[in-house]
């Protein structure tokens, strides 16, 4: 209920709202006041102008149109509620058809209503109104009965949308009827849209019903809707224009309250609390972050990517939001980086913002991102856009959606080549054919005529990473490339990315929220939790080495093929943290068997050790007594 | 998954099996079912109105035999599966039947008023699309991602009013306004070319809006799919991306909508013929409706049904062109 | 309280979706009282096989038998439960947690009992049961797998199915659910077929494992055997493709 007032908030949601009421008000009001003023007859004053007398003038019996267009709100309104409701019965009985009656049955008349819907509203209510007669009741079934095929067809996509819902499966498998099933399960989840869409359609009931009033063929005399009133109205436009106007008018102003307020009712159900974010403050062009005197541990020559101090800001309902909160790494020639984290620690957003691909309304902010030496901060430049078009390839999670499905392979790599090397059309589509064929993809040349849906999902992950050596690639950042990926083909490209690596001397930043995955293809691993680095190691023995509880525990509790069958896997209670809600202190203190008060209060530092290694933890490599902490505290929230 | 899987592994056939020859199959199939359900519908129509039809037409002061002898013409008192027959095999050879008002072949009223109609919807159609797609496209690029929250609001506000107010409403208003008022242009009749003008502009204009509305709305969408930030990847500029990748991506999307509001154009016509005196197939039906002259009623709702399937079919086709996967998607 | 656990057996199981097969002749036995691990990848047919057995799936051909009898897929009395993929949609949204499992429990017992029973099973899935009324939306996605192993174990089944029941966990919570499926097994006697394509999961709480290719079972037998000396090359190919079993290391270090 509290969303659906919601709908206040919004000045346009508002104005639908007031103008609705009144809509409704006058209805049940206007034929009490007024009937009598609506039916005078004024003989002296016929198809008069407006005048102090007869606001909107009169027609041809000299009445005043100024009352009947208001008393006529009463029978336009009753009209088009009835139409509607016999429009949602009949659409809600053919759109559950089929979730009731079985396929078979219910294919029949999924494909009738897919036939009917095809034909405008208009032409079937012409239709029905041949056959239900001239009148008020048969164009209330002509508007009802073809309003019901877009009804019933928007009902059964819901219906089944949410019928194959895991949940409702699960009711089924537990023995619960079809009946129980509509009612308790289906309708409930569907009743929004529908009551949302109910309202829309009855404001076009309501201007359908008075485009048949308008053609004659609704409401007769001497009884009078706006439609009919118009009707009258428009033949003596010439002598007297409000009698066409003021009904025309009324007809809008309805029409569009029920509409407005069908609309504004569903932008603030579905889009939630979307529209009341603030944007970010502008930020200066000038370094926010100050450049500390960081030490270096490499050959600046060596460093292919060079990153501090990185943070990515969202603007959020209550203020900014940090999901990556000041790192810093580099990455030398040829090495491999692996980032891990779960959802929401903010590896894939490093991704994107270390590739300049944070879109608005994020920003970010770092006090080094140094590409082959180049500042990335800087403004987008053509020069930028060459660099990071051949030195920088990106590989996506999701082949399926990260190619333009209305575009040849073949035109889809080429366009880089042509682009950002200058090639000509055939030359490009060569090199694309020899780069398909470099990532082991068989008779490229015809592969390179297909469409994306005509390859397999890792057949499309090489092509991408083939997309990425149209360039000359310095550093491939490869986000999440084999987690939508069945576990054979998933090695296959990672076997891929691990030769070309070899072979051109190319960097790689994977990230991955699995460990094992990027324990075996990276040489070295940062862990990454509620947008921090917590600890950065060597991938050879990550068992042994790794130091923080957390990274600990995510080794400890994903099984591998040489864990101890008899011992219980090590869990991590609680839940991953929420960047809008990042606690002060250590931000995996409240899930640490570690945690002190120190750690509640003080965030620890990333320091490095004389090998090399950086930890944040106050107490790195403690002991951890592996209990069963089984239980979750359910409260916990 | 399952879809592109099972695409994959799809073994390669003969010429039989190429997508656009089954797509063609399948899309004439749905076409003649189409047509035999409106046909079948508007052979019906005449048999589900309560009473008699004859008699409705003639009135009630015709006399029996009269009648009599009309629906033994009209072959009304054979088996309703003769009737059916008939009406078929007429409809094949062309033959509509005689208006029982006018005395004058069907086939004949509708030749002579379908011209006028199909000049209307065309030029009304040709205006909305003209209109709406650059207008969606360049307000998708301004609202994206937030951007332009004033422009989003009044542009979607006043598509909003514009595509809700019913077309023959924007008549009635363009007659006071450039009839009445100004007294510019015509407002009845199509002899001259300004008479176009205005019932052209009141079929086209709430179409137009809700169009570009739709057309924005899929823009701002497609600008967030993962395969538009590939193409920013690959770092080009922003024209070819929007253009090149957003464009197509956005038209397929906004096009199963937008084929149901330009067929609903076609209907349209019904109305705005009526406030503009338009001699054509909507001004028709009415006063047909009105006479009982159920044949040629009969022949119109044929001819607009027939008008919207085709419509239908151009949408589905110009769809299968513009996305490879359409023709696969409706397996 | 629950039924004795009894053997469930697929006879020659075939389930086809127009001109594809999804299963193929399927005989599999998961006999009383063990776990049989189901592994595959997406598209071989393992989760059709359990759909099929809870009557989700039409079955084209072959018999689905507990002790022999088939099973039922009509009516309140259903033997067989499943254990959904996801979480965030196996739930009612609009349900409290408590009426979701309640909803499963056979008809018959008092307002009290059922209470009572729901109570019973949110502790032995160690969930508070004061916390009964909450929606799923004040759950983490592995408290809510725990809901649906209750909602599940509400039916009294003689065999449980879970599909792929941790894959759409974090991973720090996916060890929580395992453990917890091992304990269930092992205080109940749990007959169970557990359906996952990490061969790493299935070693850990299966006894007995079989591999699933095309809409076919390649190969089955004791996890053990079959993970230490596979017979199928599709099995080979599978344990050479479980990351950290490699060992050729593309960087020289």
Known sequence: MKRWLSVLRTPLGLTASVLSAGVLVLAVLAPILWTDDANAVDTGNILAGPSADHWAGTDNLGRDIFYRTLVATRLSVELALAATAVAVVVGLLLGTASFLLGRRIGRLVNAAVNIAVAFPGILLALFFAVIFGVGATGAVFAIGLAGAPAFGRLTQTLVASVGARDYVSAARVAGVGRVRLLFRHVLPNVSEPLVVNATIGAGGALLSFAGLSFLGLGVQQPHYDWGRLLYDGISSIYVNPYAALAPGAAVIVAGLAFNLFGESVAKALGVGVVGGVPALPPSPDALEVEERPAERHHDHDDVVLDVRDLTVTFPGPEGPIHPVRGISFAVRRGEAVGVVGESGSGKSLTALAVSRLVGDPGRVEASRLELLGADLRASDTRAQRHLLGTSLSMVFQDPMTSFNPTQRMGGQLAEVARHHQGLGRRAALARAVDRLRSVRITDPEHRAHQYPHEFSGGMRQRAMIGMGLMGTPALIVADEPTTALDVTVQQQVLDLLTSIRAAEDVALVLISHDVTVVGEVCDRVLVMYAGTIVEDLPAADLAASARHPYTRALLAAVPDMHTDLDAPLATVPGRPVDPADVPVGCAFAARCPLATDRCLAEQPPLETDAAGLRVACWHAGEPIDIAIQDREQVDAR | ?331 | MTHPMRELRFEDVTVRYGHTTAVDGVSLTVPAGHVVGLVGESGSGKSTLARAAVGLAPMHGGRILLDGEPVPTRGRNRPLQMVFQDPYSSLDPRMSIGESVAEAIPPGASRADRRAEVGRLLELVHLDPARAAARPSELSGGQRQRVALARALAGRPAVVIADEITSALDVSIQGAVLNLVRELQRELGLSMLFISHNLAVVRYVATHVAVMHHGRIVEEGPTAQVLAAPDHDYTRELLAAVPGTQHTKGSPR
């Not at chain 2, 004439?28 to 008699?55: C, E, K, N």
């Not at chain 2, 395969?227 to 197509?248: C, D, G, I, M």
């Open chain 2, 1 to 331: 998954m399952t879809l592109a899987g099972s695409v994959a592994q799809a073994p390669r056939l003969g010429v039989s099996s190429h997508p656009w020859v089954r797509f063609g199959v399948r899309r004439v199939g749905r076409l003649l079912v189409s047509l035999w359900v409106l046909v079948t519908a508007s052979f019906l129509m005449i048999h589900l109105i309560p009473g008699d039809a004859v008699r409705a037409a003639l009135g009630p002061t015709a006399p029996a035999s009269l009648v009599a002898a009309k629906r033994e013409e009209m072959g009304l008192d054979d088996p309703i599966l003769v009737q059916y027959w008939h009406y078929l095999q007429h409809l094949v050879t062309g033959d509509l039947g005689t208006s029982i008002v006018s005395q004058l072949p069907v086939s004949d009223v509708v030749s002579q008023r379908l011209p006028a109609t199909l000049q209307l919807a065309l030029l009304a159609f040709v205006v909305a699309v003209a209109v709406a797609v650059p207008l969606g496209v360049t307000m998708g690029v301004l609202t994206r991602r937030g951007h332009g929250r004033r422009t989003e609001l009044g542009f979607t506000t006043t598509s909003v009013v514009l595509g809700t107010i019913p077309d023959f409403l924007v008549g009635v208003g363009l007659v006071y306004v450039f009839g009445v008022n100004l007294g510019w242009l015509p407002v009845a009749g199509n002899d001259t070319p300004s008479a176009y003008v205005l019932p052209v502009l009141a079929l086209a204009i709430g179409p137009a809006a809700i169009l570009s509305r739709i057309i924005r709305v899929e823009m701002v969408a497609v600008l967030e799919a993962d395969f538009v930030r590939t193409a920013r990847a690959k770092r080009l500029p922003a024209r070819t991306v929007y253009l090149r990748h957003a464009l197509p991506n956005a038209l397929t999307a906004s096009l199963t909508l937008g084929g149901l509001i330009l067929s609903a154009m076609v209907a349209g016509t019904v109305l705005v013929e009526n406030v503009f005196a338009w001699p054509g197939l909507g001004s028709t039906i009415v006063s047909s409706i009105l006479n009982k002259d159920y044949q040629v009623v009969q022949a119109i709702v044929l001819v607009y049904g027939a008008g919207v399937l085709l419509v239908n079919t151009v949408v589905d086709v110009a769809l299968a062109l513009l996305d490879p996967r359409s023709m696969i998607r409706e397996d």
